[in-house]
């Protein structure tokens, strides 16, 4: 059973800094690309990053570059999103997802068209 579960989300000031993780189980984690999307209230969901089976690859939203970045240890089958100088409009319940079979991307899926995603973790901006 594939499993993924996020953690690391909290209330921040804007400007700060917030590590999200997401641990997977039940497949081969190490084969498939992973990928972050975000919910904020009231909006569907929002692609923000994806990284290769490896690592070596990794994609961003346009609002997300130079702030956001994402990693992976294939050791520990867990996926990291390092988020940097936050914005009020970064607040939103973020999810970690994944689509079998994909190893990288040659155009990365919508938001919405992953096979799991896991329960998410709340990010909260605010003064």
């Known amino acids: 059973e594939v499993q993924l579960v996020e953690s690391g989300g909290g209330l921040v000031q804007p400007g700060g800094s917030l590590r999200l993780s997401c641990a997977a189980s039940?497949?081969?984690?190490?084969?498939?690309?992973m990928s972050w999307v975000r919910q904020a209230p009231g909006k569907g969901l929002e692609w923000v990053s994806s990284i290769n089976f490896d690592g070596y690859k990794t994609y961003y939203a346009e609002s997300m570059k130079g702030r956001f970045t994402v990693s992976r240890d294939n050791a520990k089958n867990t996926v990291y999103l390092q988020m940097n100088s936050l914005k009020f409009e970064d607040t939103a319940v973020y999810y970690c997802?994944?689509?079998?079979?994909?190893?990288?991307?040659?155009?990365?899926?919508?938001?919405?068209?992953?096979?799991?995603y896991g329960q998410g973790t709340q990010v909260t901006v605010s003064s």
């Open positions: 039940g497949f081969s984690f190490d084969d498939w690309a």
């Open positions: 997802a994944v689509k079998i079979g994909y190893s990288d991307y040659i155009e990365v899926p919508l938001a919405n068209e992953y096979d799991y």
